[in-house]
């Protein structure tokens, strides 16, 4: 058969075919193929393209659900957010049951006291000297007991002035040279600055368990004594006293409050604590000056600390020094 086939002809399975039909056959089979091939391809990178978006949205997704976590905690600057942060972030607020919310004067609170490191330490006595301007170096001592007796001694020759805190009010033995009690400005300034003096682990002695805001704000920080500080305003006393908080070290560097006075003009009183000292196990303050109106009036050394001592009640009761009445 195929000597009787023409030019125009080829023989497939036996059978004449016109080349027409075999080139067009090929050339349709040559579009499907590279058809098919283009659909794969660009099926392929869609694909990609959409595994790609997945992930962003998602990566996207965990950064907010991050930065809102973090956000709960207070409005502290974050430069690096991990799930590491997070996680002991919410760990933490486990642990802080019965409150559900953690505000940002709660975490300072809490920063403060892992930063001193003696919350749980019942009470301690530390001695010093006591010095101001025309008086010769004079023995100092304070003793402090949880959650808020205080009591400090300064003996003055054969004379011994205490002063202390209980039951919410400031007591005295030496009223004549110290006068604590009366609405004079004397009086209510020297209330404040025993106040002041003696309550240094006030802040590490809270119940955080209780409402703080009932008597405590966070105010914005800023710059004292040129250092930049968180501040803390206490208004669970007759004036409100504000709490410097280092940023850094979440140590107290100081307080401040103003008394007024009869013509209306306002006077600063200002406790500026020194740096703790470095050998002792506790960041307890070495010691702090006191400033009227930005200046010195007296100040303390502290040298020995008995940390963990037990201190009871009559400790902290009123003293009278019958030479002091004279």
Known sequence: MADHVGSGWVMILGHPVEKRTVKLISLVSLVCVCGAAGLYYISDQYADEAKALELLAANELSQSKSVKAIGRFGEIP?????????????????QSEPVKVFDPLRELLIKHIAAVGYADLPAFLIRGEYHQQGLAELPFMLMVRAPGLYRQSLELGVRKIDSGYAQGAIWSNAQQILPTVGDSRLARENRLFLLLQLSIPALAWLDLKQPLQEHFDLLPATVWQQQPVAVI?????????????????????????TVSAADGSEHLLELIFAAPNAEQPIAFPSGYECRLDGN?????TF????????????????????ALLK
Do not use: C, M
């Open 296 to 300: 010195k009036v007296n100040s303390v």
């Open 303 to 322: 040298s020995k600390y008995e940390f963990d001592k037990w201190l009871p009640d009559v400790l902290f009761e009123p003293k009278q020094d019958p």
């Open 233 to 257: 305003r206490n208004r669970s006393h007759e004036a409100p006293i504000l709490h410097y908080i280092d940023l850094d070290t979440a140590l107290e560097v100081g307080r401040s409050a």
């Open 78 to 94: 974050i430069r690096h957010t991990t799930a590491v942060d997070i996680d002991l972030a919410a760990e933490e607020l486990s």
